[in-house]
């Protein structure tokens, strides 16, 4: 096959057919997206700048941004006589999404075992919201590329 024309694509039997280019509606969300992205890159990592405090006060409320700090049920088992390590982690992370929903409908589900050991809990749970992400992303940009 070869592209002589820029409207028309040729066949080896010299048949022409008609190609429709319409990029720019794709390339101008993809501009946005970036944009946007970026923009909540950067009021994040605003928010996390080291030291920074912020308070806000309504009556009879304060909010306080801090750094987080440390967790006192670190290495200590919970009810259950479990203390949650690397695997935990990442299966708790995998099936974040699916519990921070449940969680605005029942209070008591959280989606951070605080029973843990730290920062192999942490890396777990790191890895496996990372995981969540990169399959939805990748499962998301093959079928627009199948189209």
């Given amino acids: 096959m070869d592209v002589t024309d820029s409207g028309l694509l040729y066949d080896l039997n010299g048949e022409s057919f008609p190609i429709k280019f319409?990029?720019?509606?794709?390339?101008?969300?993809?501009?946005?997206f970036v944009f946007v992205v970026?923009?909540?890159?950067?009021?994040?990592l605003a928010a996390c700048a080291p030291a920074a405090k912020v308070e806000i006060s309504k009556p009879n409320?304060?909010?306080?941004f801090d750094p987080p700090g440390v967790n006192p049920e670190v290495d200590k088992p919970a009810e259950n006589?479990?203390?949650a390590g690397l695997g935990t982690g990442l299966w708790h992370g995998l099936i974040s999404p699916g519990t921070l929903i449940i969680s605005f409908f029942k209070p008591e589900i959280q989606m951070y075992e605080v029973h843990n050991t730290g920062q192999l809990y942490n890396l777990g749970f790191f890895i496996g919201t990372a995981l969540v992400f990169?399959?939805?992303?990748?499962?998301?940009?093959?079928?627009?590329r199948r189209r």
């Fill in 22 to 32: 319409n990029c720019s509606r794709g390339s101008e969300m993809k501009k946005i």
């Fill in 38 to 44: 970026f923009a909540l890159l950067l009021v994040t």
């Fill in 61 to 64: 409320t304060e909010i306080q």
């Fill in 81 to 83: 006589k479990h203390v």
């Fill in 134 to 144: 990169l399959i939805l992303g990748f499962s998301g940009g093959r079928g627009r």
